[in-house]
């Protein structure tokens, strides 16, 4: 069974940083493009950065670019975002979501649970 | 602001046929695949559809999409009040080169 676990949300004071971890199972993680997506309370989905199977090529939504950091490490399975400078406008619930059918949509297949961040001071 | 745009709300009774909608522009849905997802209060959104039309294994048939020009439209026929819940949009942005989402159109099945 595909299982894609987020951990690490909380609160953080503005201009802090914080990074969620999504633990993927139940599939072969290196196959596939991950990303994150992120829904604000009360308000649609974003999609904020994805990543390769190999790591090595990254994509971000430009409100992110050059604040948050999406990474990979295949031999634990895992997904990971690293935020920082953030903002109250960064509060939302994190989603971790495996990419699947080709094509640049947002094909998911899977999602995580997904992380909560409060971003307050 | 959303860059697809959804209507927030819709209602229609048990057993009818909804439609909704999502508008864009040629950068985004005019030229690339759409994908639909439902969405439960407080848990994560599950794909409806794919590829403007395709559904995965396990979704019912009563769930399609279309497209039509800088348009799509997911249809729900024989609406059960399962069927009460949060819809997205979703494509991707020539111009911002950016997977986009609408802002969701919630259903209330009365």
């Known amino acids: 069974e595909v299982q894609l676990v987020e951990s690490g949300g909380g609160f953080v004071q503005p201009g802090g940083s914080l990074r969620v971890s999504c633990a993927a199972s139940?599939?072969?993680?290196?196959?596939?493009?991950m990303s994150w997506v992120r829904q604000a309370p009360g308000k649609g989905l974003e999609w904020v950065a994805n990543?390769?199977?190999?790591?090595?090529?990254?994509y971000y939504v430009d409100s992110v670019r050059g604040r948050f950091t999406i990474s990979r490490d295949n031999a634990k399975n895992s997904l990971y975002l690293q935020m920082n400078s953030l903002g109250a406008e960064d509060t939302a619930v994190y989603y971790c979501?495996?990419?699947?059918?080709?094509?640049?949509?947002?094909?998911?297949?899977?999602w995580g649970q997904g992380a909560l961040v409060i971003v307050s001071s | 602001q959303s860059v697809l745009t959804q209507p927030p709300s819709m209602s229609a009774a048990p057993g009818q046929k909804v439609t909704i909608s999502c508008s864009g522009s040629s950068s985004n849905i005019g030229n690339n695949d759409v994908s639909w997802y439902q969405q439960f209060p407080g848990t994560a959104p599950k794909v409806l559809i794919y590829?403007?039309?395709k559904r995965p294994s396990g979704i019912p048939d009563r769930f399609s999409g279309s497209k039509s020009g800088t348009s799509a439209t997911l249809a729900i026929t024989g609406l059960q009040t399962g069927d009460e819940a949060e819809y997205h949009c979703g494509t991707w942005d020539s111009s911002l080169n950016a997977k986009v989402f609408g802002g969701g159109t919630k259903l209330t099945v009365l």
């Open positions: 139940g599939f072969t993680f290196r196959d596939y493009w």
């Open positions: 979501a495996r990419e699947n059918f080709g094509g640049n949509a947002p094909n998911f297949d899977y």
């Open positions: 590829h403007i039309n």
């Open positions: 990543i390769i199977q190999d790591g090595t090529e990254t």
